[in-house]
T-cell receptor, first 115, second 115 residues
């Protein structure tokens, strides 16, 4: 089955600096890679996702890159703000006409934005 | 519109008892997923329902775990003879059909504590 590794487990950056979180996956058939943000005691919220037919996707301060050959994908947050502090999870799954398989998640990265 | 809802929000039970956790997906969503999040861990896929198809039970950790989805909507996750290691947050997610079917929207979770 799929295995997703995520690094680092904790990341502390100064407010205004950039943050990068990296993930690798094992199953070359995976074709969908979402990123979720989870604040303490809250539900995971989708912040951005990318499909395997795209190499990069950007939404304001957040971007995701995907390298299918190397089987890794990364989350980039620029101009970090205090409200970016949370745990971020990467995930991978396969989806097709019939729907999408369950997500395989990384262990999460605790992002701390220092004022 | 209303998001995914789950009940109860918290459940405390004694070891050996059975528990039932409920998930109400977003109206119109055909896919429903159950995950488990243990303290300090990532999210672990349990089971996946897609329309009227047989569920993907590949993530269930033991035969004490089962789930049903009646009428293609509400789902119930049942844990029989609970053990202390079952203590976790149980999260439900749903996805729409067609365009965007890969995107999973999470509920707030049920926090289960087995004493």
């Amino acid at each position: 089955g799929e295995n997703v590794e995520q690094h680092p487990s904790t990341l502390s950056v100064q407010e205004g600096d950039s943050a990068v979180i990296k993930c690798t996956y094992s199953d070359s058939a995976s074709n969908y890679f979402p990123w979720y943000k989870q604040e303490l005691g809250k539900r995971p919220q989708l912040i951005i996702d990318i499909r395997s037919n795209v190499g990069e996707k950007k939404d304001q301060r957040i971007a995701v890159t995907l390298n299918k050959t190397a089987k890794h994908f990364s989350l980039h947050i620029t101009e970090t703000q205090p409200e970016d502090s949370a745990v971020y999870f990467c995930a991978a799954s396969k989806f097709g006409g019939g729907g999408a398989d369950g997500l395989t998640f990384g262990k999460g990265t605790h992002l701390i934005i220092q004022p | 519109g209303a998001g995914v809802s789950q009940s109860p929000s918290n459940k405390v039970t004694e070891k050996g008892k059975d528990v039932e956790l409920r998930c109400d997906p977003i109206s119109g969503h055909t896919a429903l997923y159950w995950y488990r999040q243990s303290l300090g861990q990532g999210l672990e896929f349990l089971i996946y329902f897609q329309g009227n198809s047989a569920p993907d039970k590949s993530g269930l950790p033991s035969d004490r775990f089962s789930a049903e989805r009646t009428g293609g909507s509400v789902s119930t996750l049942t844990i029989q003879r609970t053990q202390q290691e079952d203590s976790a947050v149980y999260l439900c997610a749903s996805s729409p059909p067609g365009q965007g079917r890969e995107t999973q929207y999470f509920g707030p979770g049920t926090r289960l504590l087995v004493l």
